[in-house]
């Protein structure tokens, strides 16, 4: 079993749709959960980080945590072309190791 | 203020080789991780350094080792390149002051090995 688990997608969404990317972890006892965003031939851009279960909002952005289920999910609201990209969940592990899933690919069509 | 910056942006080695990737941190951040993404791996965890040493360390061979200087500045070194080593190779800094630091990446260098 891998630690951290995305589908590989490509998710493709409407523009102005709401895109849902979901992720799996392993390892019980991971505090810290992050959502980096990454364009063709460009390094990982963070856009949310999150602690505690529940949701935290940061504009069109919302990250759900439920550590009870190991989910972590990325809603992206009124989706637009430019938020095409590869979305990676990154858990933080022992020694400030971050561990990615291989990604989900998004696709916003206009 | 600047972001992390990793030198040279390319590279091109052939088999044997060695070769040496430069990254700067965020002013103030004192940790230094390195990763190798490659399409099939994804991003892969490499090593760490704080304070001049090496905190933790991922699954890679023993050609690929690392360094910080008291700078925080950090280089890594691959030695007797092979083919699979080609790869975007990333540097993320943090504060490291607490376990739910965030990283921020460099652009990365592109190594290809020929």
């Known amino acids: 079993q891998k630690e951290v688990e995305q589908n590989s997608g490509p998710l493709s969404v409407p523009e102005g749709a709401i895109a849902s990317l979901n992720c799996t972890y392993s390892?019980?006892?991971?505090?810290?959960f992050f959502w980096y965003r990454q364009y063709s031939g460009k390094s990982p851009e963070l856009i949310m980080s999150?602690?505690?279960?529940g949701d935290k909002e940061d504009g069109r952005f919302t990250a759900q945590l439920n550590k009870a289920s190991q989910y972590v999910s990325l809603l992206i609201r009124d989706s637009q072309p430019s938020d095409s990209a590869t979305y990676l969940c990154?858990?933080?592990?022992?020694?400030?190791?971050?561990?990615f899933g291989a990604g989900t690919i998004l696709r916003v069509k206009s | 203020k600047a972001g992390v910056t990793q030198t040279p942006r390319y590279l091109i080695k052939t088999r044997g080789q060695q070769v040496t990737l430069s990254c700067s941190p965020i002013?103030?951040?004192?940790?230094v991780s390195w990763y190798q993404q490659t399409p099939g791996q994804g991003l892969q965890f490499l090593f760490e350094?704080?304070?001049?040493?090496?905190?933790n360390k991922g699954n890679f061979p023993g050609r690929f080792s690392g360094r910080q200087f008291s700078n925080s500045r950090s280089e890594m070194n691959v030695s007797t390149l092979e083919l699979g080593d080609s790869a975007l190779y990333l540097c993320?800094?943090?504060?490291?002051?607490?376990?739910?630091?965030?990283?921020?990446f460099g652009s990365g260098t592109q190594l290809s090995v020929l």
């Open positions: 350094y704080f304070s001049e040493t090496q905190r």
């Open positions: 999150i602690y505690s279960n």
């Open positions: 993320a800094s943090s504060l490291a002051e607490s376990t739910n630091e965030k990283l921020f």
């Open positions: 990154a858990v933080m592990g022992y020694g400030n190791k971050l561990v």
């Open positions: 390892d019980r006892v991971s505090q810290s």
């Open positions: 002013s103030g951040h004192r940790s």
